[in-house]
């Protein structure tokens, strides 16, 4: 089992920038990967950015290569996304998910955190 919390939402001005991070806790010593998604008002879930342990590339959503960076500090087990250049459309919830290696589907999430791009 994993729990995770997310935190660093808010608002901010087109162009600006804001980090979330993702505390994760429970079974953290076996290896997982983790991921952002982000899910706009009445829309599916998308997925924005995801990282996996063991030299594995990171990928991003086309929508935000270039101004978002993932990236995770193992030793307190967080998992960050930074976002700059953040526009009016990356306004939505944000979540933080987690994964073993070997599964299919995302498994655990976390509540989320909201981000406003005001123009």
């Known amino acids: 089992q994993v729990q995770l919390v997310e935190s660093g939402g808010g608002s901010v001005q087109a162009g600006g920038s804001l980090r979330l991070s993702c505390v994760a806790s429970?079974?953290?010593?076996?290896?997982?990967?983790m991921g952002w998604f982000r899910q706009y008002l009445g829309k599916e879930r998308e997925g924005v950015a995801a990282?996996?342990?063991?030299?594995?590339?990171?990928s991003y959503a086309d929508s935000v290569k270039g101004r978002f960076t993932i990236s995770q500090d193992n030793a307190k087990s967080t998992l960050y996304l930074q976002m700059n250049s953040l526009k009016p459309e990356d306004t939505a919830m944000y979540y933080c998910a987690a994964k073993p290696f070997s599964a299919s589907g995302w498994t655990y999430w976390g509540q989320g955190t909201q981000v406003t791009v005001s123009s």
């Open positions: 990282i996996c342990r063991g030299g594995y590339a990171d």
């Open positions: 429970g079974d953290t010593y076996i290896s997982y990967c």
